[in-house]
Nanobody, 128 residues
Framework: QVQLVESGGGLVQPGGSLRLSCAAS????????IGWFRQAPGKEREGVSS????????YYADSVKGRFTISRDNAKNTVYLQMNSLKPEDTAVYYC?????????????????????WGQGTQVTVSS
């Protein structure tokens, strides 16, 4: 099972930006789809964004559309989540996750149960 490592979290003021990174530790980042999820205290884990490996199709939760951008750098074996115009309600632990098996699916791949490898998470706090 691939070891995923997230980085880039931190404390930022409302309206600020952060870029999260997700890399595979000691191996190639191999996936059919990779997603970013977040979990705030007392809340369920929710999908934020995903990108399908074969064609680069991206998906976003309505709450982050227009503010967050998922991208990948195959040369660096890394997937990013650029987060702009951050709001206090974006505060959460952010996780990246991968699914290696093919899934022909009409949804947005933002359901946690579709994924089989998870990172440890990185804390994002939006506060003044």
């Amino acid at each position: 099972q691939v070891q995923l490592v997230e980085s880039g979290g931190g404390l930022v003021q409302p309206g600020g930006s952060l870029r999260l990174s997700c890399a595979a530790s000691g191996s190639t980042l191999d996936y059919y789809v990779i997603g970013w999820f977040r979990q705030a205290p007392g809340k369920e884990r929710e999908g934020v964004s995903s990108i399908r490996g074969r064609d680069g199709t991206t998906y976003y939760a309505d709450s982050v559309k227009g503010r967050f951008t998922i991208s990948r750098d195959n040369a660096k074996n890394t997937v990013y989540l650029q987060m702009n115009s951050l709001k206090p309600e974006d505060t959460a632990v952010y996780y990246c996750a991968t699914r290696r098996r093919v899934l022909l699916y009409n949804g947005n791949y933002l359901l946690p149960h579709l994924y089989d490898s998870w990172g440890q998470g990185t804390q994002v706090t939006v506060s003044s």
